[in-house]
């Protein structure tokens, strides 16, 4: 059970990739018409969010990670010293930095559907 999560959760940010990009199209086909844009704004807001909740995830889940190297971090650095510690940190970073690579166009979705969904907002006609 345990590995079939960890594979959902690598699989998670190229599922995601793929998903944005016909949302994305459809949203801003909406935002093109004035009578459209407050759903828009709607379905940028919710795209933020479902972004933000699936980063919030696979950030915890890379942390905790992460920390399980931090005893194998302070054993090295008090056996070994500092350079075979760096060196091992490096190698780390190295391994784990596509992954944490992969999270980008989640924090960048968060970032642009916020503002897009405030800016709709403004800009949609009120209705009375």
């Not at 016909?22 to 086909?29: E, F, G, Q, W, Y």
């Not at 699936?54 to 971090?73: I, M, N, Q, T």
């Not at 302070?74 to 075979?84: A, C, K, R, T, Y």
Request: hydrophobic share 60%; glycine share 6%; proline share 4%.
């Amino acid at each position: 059970m345990l590995d079939f999560l960890l594979v959902v959760l690598a699989w998670l940010p190229v599922c995601f990739d793929w998903a944005v990009i016909p949302v994305a199209v459809v949203l801003i086909a909406l935002a093109a018409s004035a009578r459209t844009r407050g759903a828009a704004a709607r379905g940028f807001l919710i795209a933020a969010c479902v972004s933000a909740a699936l980063l919030s995830v696979l950030l915890a889940s890379s942390v905790f990670h992460l920390l399980g190297y931090g005893r194998a971090v302070v054993d090295l650095l008090l056996n070994f010293g500092p350079s075979v510690t760096r060196d091992y940190v490096a190698t780390l970073i190295g391994q784990n930095g596509r992954g944490l690579l992969a999270l980008v166009p989640m924090v960048v979705t968060v970032l642009l559907s916020s503002v897009a969904a405030l800016y709709l907002r403004r800009a949609s006609p009120r209705e009375s």
